[in-house]
């Protein structure tokens, strides 16, 4: 069984550019999210993919996008960055029939210069 | 909105003690309560979680307990060891695994 994957593991941006992040879900996994974590703090809820669909979203501008594969690996996209997007970026997966027990993968730590 | 209060968020225990951590969720919906650690520069891991169903629940030398009445659910952990200086986050799931909200952190040292 594999656990959640996701890439790159660091990247450094400059303001105004735009970021795609890759997540693969632990095998048997459905449902993917995102979660974006600023140094200090807990993981703050971007949203949530299931069948390809948004599933819900929490309190981020419609700059933060998604999506999820048929295969269900998800991307997660941020356009016009801004110095305050520097965060590590969490993806969790879940499964249909246990959708709260989420497993987080690795993250992928953004720096905005 | 949804919110959830983690307290303290420093905690600094002696090896052999015991360490307490509070949290208060907003939303009385919520019906799932995960606990994760975290270690510097790692992935949040799931240690243990409890569903409103339950009243507490124990693995080895963790517990949790949950009040609904209260909106309050706690992390206990027995016999700290030095391996458990981490951050620990609770959290609370709103609308079936739609969105979970996480506290703020409690960063726990245990000095041997």
């Known amino acids: 069984e594999t656990g959640v994957t996701q890439s790159p593991t660091h990247l450094i941006k400059t303001r105004g550019q735009q970021v795609t992040l890759r997540c693969s879900s632990q095998?048997?996994?459905?449902?993917v999210s995102w979660y974006q974590q600023a140094l200090g703090q807990g993981p703050q809820f971007i949203f949530q993919?299931?069948?390809?669909?948004?599933?819900g979203r929490g309190n981020f501008p419609p700059r933060f996008s998604g999506l999820q594969f048929p295969n269900y690996s998800s991307e997660l996209n941020v356009n016009a960055l801004e110095l305050d997007d520097s965060a590590l970026y969490l993806c969790?997966?879940?499964?249909?029939?246990?959708?709260?027990?989420?497993?987080f993968g690795e993250g992928s730590w953004l720096t905005v210069v | 909105g949804e919110n959830v209060e983690q307290h303290p968020s420093t905690l600094s225990v002696q090896e052999g003690d015991s360490a307490v951590i509070k949290c208060t969720y907003s939303?009385?919906?919520?019906?799932?309560f995960p606990w994760y650690k975290q270690e510097l520069g790692k992935r949040p891991q799931l240690i243990i979680d409890?569903?409103?169903?339950?009243g507490e629940k124990k693995d080895q030398r963790i517990a949790v307990t949950l009040n609904k009445t209260a909106k309050h659910f706690s992390l206990h952990i027995t016999e700290t060891q030095p391996e458990d200086s981490a951050v620990y986050f609770c959290?609370?799931?709103?609308?079936?695994?739609?969105?979970?909200?996480f506290g703020a952190g409690t960063r726990l040292f245990v000095k041997a």
């Open positions: 939303d009385s919906a919520s019906n799932y």
């Open positions: 993919y299931y069948r390809e669909e948004e599933n």
């Open positions: 969790a997966s879940s499964s249909s029939g246990d959708r709260n027990t989420i497993y």
């Open positions: 409890i569903r409103s169903n339950v």
């Open positions: 095998s048997g996994h459905n449902t």
């Open positions: 959290a609370a799931d709103y609308t079936g695994g739609f969105k979970t909200i």
